[in-house]
């Protein structure tokens, strides 16, 4: 568990990154999102592999790199009305390059806005249909004169490469746990900076000390880079036995975490049981195949024990996918809150397992082995007796330790303390 001091420092760390990758112009290519990688790599040794454009994965294909210098639009009265330079949801994420100039009602089907958010600039993407446009809040668009505008986007679309990061921190075992963040999207703080900036610290503490899992993060654009990993990885997507999909994750809202497509795969089990251990409120949802990647994770052909740790889930909150999405939206608390339940996450699913009682026939002495407290003097937790009479009874070979520490009532952290001790006493195998 977390000092508050240790947990503000982890929450002002992550919130640091965040600051710094926000104004950075992301997309599923370019620039931008090498450059987020370069950044995530100077705290974590990422590895940045690079897909190049054309490269068939599974039923698509790796799109031209896009990279943007700057987009403008111009209003006849010469007010700049679009600015990726002020922001960069300005212009439609993939837009093509275009220098035009052409009336109001000409540029209308390319002017997206939200007329029930008024001041507030929409995201809005186009990666697979060329097309161009910008984004305005509603309260500009509305104020638009008649007359000539001017359009001035300078964009690249050309033969390139798409980039993501990989890092696999290795275990005593070739077991792993995957977790995967998406990093593809421009300024938006949430939904995408925080599932990145808590990635990051994770991955830092799971560097320090050798654990049995070994540790694999990925930072992908959002759909495409996911399915380039799962194409380039074939061989070896068996080896994952637990994994996260990480997003929104800084939100002021209370922890959600959605389930695999399998529903009771010990992930689920796992998040679950820290959920309601936790005793902060929480929601647990089932599967539905929309969201992040956890769609490729769990399309039916992989079918992977992948579930989604989010806190407010993408579209529950009003302002995902826009400019409100902003750095005000992100918590320092929440994201050491978030941090703090997968460092829990990831020693329960270190601690658990699956054992048999060695001697199952009437209950073994406990006394004459030092395991009762009175005699051995031992610190042990409250319950702790209790949990070696629960751990004994049910080794069975059919419940792990957290089917115990569910059925018993007595936290997971006692029951994994007991199972240490039978193992060091031979009592468990
Ligand atoms: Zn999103």
């Not at 947990?7 to 926000?22: D, F, K, T, V, W």
């Not at 599974?58 to 790199?65: H, K, L, R, Y």
């Not at 054992?355 to 009175?374: A, D």
């Not at 042990?380 to 009532?409: C, F």
Request: charged residues 20%; negative net charge.
């Amino acid at each position: 568990m977390m000092s508050e001091t240790d947990s503000n420092s982890a929450g002002e760390a992550m919130m640091s990154l965040i600051r710094r990758l926000y104004p950075i112009c992301r997309s599923i290519t370019g620039d931008g999102l090498r450059q987020t990688l370069r950044i995530v790599g100077e705290q974590i040794p990422l590895q940045l592999i690079e897909v190049p454009s054309g490269t068939p994965v599974f039923d698509w294909t790796v799109p031209p790199e896009w990279n943007l210098k700057r987009a403008t639009l111009t209003a006849p009265d010469g007010r700049v009305v679009a600015d990726t330079d002020i922001h960069n949801l300005h212009l439609m994420n993939y837009s093509v390059p275009m220098r035009a100039t052409m009336t109001l009602s000409e540029l209308r089907p390319h002017l997206f806005s939200m007329p029930d958010k008024p001041d507030w600039i929409p995201y809005r993407t186009s990666y697979y249909a060329p097309n161009w446009g910008f984004c305005l809040a509603h309260r500009v668009l509305e104020s638009l004169p008649e007359g000539d505008y001017r359009v001035d986007i300078d964009t690249t679309l050309s033969p390139g490469s798409l980039t993501y990061g990989e890092l696999l921190i290795p275990g005593e075992t070739d077991d792993e746990v995957l977790f995967s963040a998406h990093a593809c999207h421009p300024s938006l703080a949430n939904d995408n900076l925080a599932g990145i900036a808590v990635a990051t610290a994770l991955a830092q503490e799971l560097a320090r000390e050798r654990r049995r899992y070994s540790y694999r993060f990925i930072f992908a654009p959002g759909t495409i880079g996911s399915i380039c990993w799962l194409a380039r990885n074939q061989d070896r997507v068996s080896r994952i036995k637990h994994g996260l999909v990480l997003s929104c994750l800084g939100d002021s809202g209370s922890l959600t975490y959605k389930r695999s497509r399998r529903g009771d795969a010990e992930i689920d089990r796992v998040v679950e049981h820290v959920l309601r251990e936790s005793v902060a409120a929480h929601q647990v949802n089932d599967f539905v195949p929309y969201g992040y990647d956890e769609r490729q994770y769990c399309s039916p052909g992989f079918n992977l024990p992948v579930g989604v740790l989010m806190r407010t889930p993408n579209g529950k909150y009003p302002e995902y996918h826009t400019s409100a999405d902003n750095l005000d939206l992100v918590k320092p608390a929440a994201l050491a809150d978030s941090l703090n339940t997968l460092r829990i996450v990831v020693d329960v699913i270190e601690q658990n397992g699956t054992f048999v009682n060695q001697l199952p026939h009437c209950e073994p002495q406990l006394g004459r082995r030092g395991l009762y407290s009175n005699t051995g003097g031992n610190a042990t937790p409250p319950g702790y007796e209790m949990a070696l009479l629960w751990v004994l009874n049910y080794t069975d070979g059919q419940h792990d330790l957290l089917d115990i520490s569910k059925r018993s009532g007595i936290p997971f952290a006692t029951i994994a303390t007991a199972a240490k001790m039978l193992r060091e006493k031979s009592l468990l195998k």
